[in-house]
Each structure stands twice: as C-alpha cells, then as structure tokens.
C-alpha cells in the first residue's frame, strides 16, 4: 500500500514517517534510485511510501523541498529560533547577521532569541540592539521564552546557535522531553548526542522542533551580490532607489542606501557586516578565478 506523510526521524538508515491520514508512524529504507540520482530523503521531507504487513516499508519518493539545511540536514523549515548570547560567547552582530542571512537566503523566518542577560547589569545597548532588528521586522525576545513558545503552533521550527550560547539550557526548559530523548538514542548508539545519524522532528508546543549542533563558524551560502542584497530586507527596500539596478552600494554613484545609511535609517552595523559579507564573497570569486586558471 502507498502512504504519503512527513519525515520525523533519520537513524542508522531508516527513516521513520508519520502518516497523514491516521497520524501512524512507519519505519522505512530509502530504495537504491535515490542513490542513483545522488540524493537521499532526509528529516521533513514529504514522502510517498509503501508498507507492508510484518516488515519495513520503503520510500519511494519526495516532493521537491521549499529549504532545506545541510548541518543537520532538515527539509521544509518554517522558521528557525537563532539563540546568541549577550556574554560568554560576547554578543555579535556579524555573527547574528549571518544567520541572518543564511535563513533569510533559504525563506526560513528568524526567531532572535538574546540569552544569558541575568549576567548583565545594563541592557540599555541590547534593548536598542532589539530596536533595530524590530524596526527592520524581525521577532527579538529578550530572554522570555513563554513568548517565544507561542511562536511554535502549526510550524516546523529548528534552533540553532553558536556553541556555548546557552541553547540547550533554553530547549530544556521548552521541551525537556528532546532532550530525554536525544539522549536515550546516543547512550544506544554509543556516540555523542549529535550524529549525522540521528537527527529528529519532535512534536511539541502544537508544532515539529528540532535542535541543531552548535556552530564554531558559519556560511551563508551566498556567492552572488543580488542575493546578499535581498538578504538585507532594509537594504533591498532602499535599493530599488539606486540608479544602477546592480548597485552595490559600495562605490556607485547616485546610490540610495548610503545616504539612507548617513541618516540613521539604516543601522550603521548591518551596512558594514553587508560590505564584509560582500568582500568575502568577491574574495571567493578571485580564488576560484585564480584556480581555474591553474
């Protein structure tokens, strides 16, 4: 019989899929073809699957992703919770504005999530840190997860966060169960509790959460200058006033994002982390250049 239904859990190559029509989960294999067309289901995916009386199922094939992330791979994101801190890792906006961009590039909505702030004795620089992302439209919480759980109805949410930002001290207070879980499958496995092997959606809050291994350094996976514009909300709204319609907004004449920059309109430290992102991708260029000549 063939089912259609949602990818819940990854693990030691089966795949266990929760089916539409009664809520059944079933413990699948991948067939050979998706070897050969070099790809594979992963976590979210919506699958078509065959079950059988007495012995495992196979999918058989996969509707085409609206996003997807490679670390962990997870298919078919709603939104993801970017958890930074404010000390211990020290608070960074560069950092917070790749993730940024990376989820904006993938139409994934961000949560900010800012921790650790019972550490700090002034939060007058963060609650305008807050001002600003708010302006620009992003959803900022200052430590207030109750708020952040009404977020989590009808979506498939992941967290993610540099390691050491406090990530899993929040995703225990929202969903101990995650971690009672995640934990039962590594003492099992023998391994530690993030594997490619095992990477899971669970039903919590109304909604599917996942959690995400800790970054040590990030790629937004933007390689083009348009991209990266459209990845600035504020600055893709300015930039249909530019005269030149791939204006970099670096060195071009009658450009309108640099006055809307001087003027405040535009937060002085999201222009900057554009124009870093912006070399580090023309730097890239060059290299390849460079080594396609070789």
Request: include cysteine; proline fraction near 4%; charged fraction near 25%.
């Amino acid at each position: 019989m063939v089912k259609f239904g949602r990818i819940l859990k990854s693990l030691s190559g089966f795949y266990y899929i929760k089916d539409d029509s009664d809520n059944t989960v079933y413990q699948t294999r991948a067939r050979g073809n998706f070897r050969q067309k070099g790809t594979k289901p992963i976590v979210g995916d919506f699958a078509e699957f065959s079950t059988a009386e007495q012995s495992e199922g196979y999918v058989l094939a996969i509707k085409e992703r609206s996003n997807a992330l490679v670390r962990p791979p997870i298919a078919n994101i709603d939104q993801a919770v970017v958890v930074i801190s404010a000390i211990e890792p020290n608070f960074s906006l560069n950092l917070l504005d790749r993730f940024l961009v990376l989820l904006t590039n993938k139409s994934i909505k961000p949560l900010i999530y800012l921790s650790k702030l019972d550490l700090i004795d002034n939060l007058a620089y963060f609650e305008k840190v807050r001002d600003e992302y708010e302006e620009i439209g992003y959803s900022f919480f200052m430590n207030d997860w109750q708020k952040l759980v009404d977020e989590f109805p009808d979506k498939v949410t992941v967290f993610m966060g540099q390691t050491g930002v406090g990530k899993s001290t929040l995703l225990n207070k929202i969903a101990p169960e995650m971690a009672l879980a995640t934990q039962e499958i590594s003492d099992k496995l023998g391994r530690g509790r993030h594997t490619t092997r095992h990477v899971e959606l669970f039903d919590i809050h109304d909604g599917l959460i996942a959690d995400t291994p800790g970054f040590s350094s990030l790629d937004y996976e933007i390689d083009n200058q348009p991209d990266l514009n459209a990845a600035f909300p504020e600055l893709l709204r300015y930039s249909f006033g530019c005269k030149f319609r791939e204006c970099t907004h670096a060195h071009e004449p009658k450009c309108a994002v640099k006055p809307a920059v001087a003027s405040g309109e535009i937060a002085q430290s999201r222009y900057d982390n554009y124009l870093l992102f912006l070399s580090e991708i023309e730097g890239r260029r060059e290299t390849y250049k460079k080594v396609v000549k070789k």
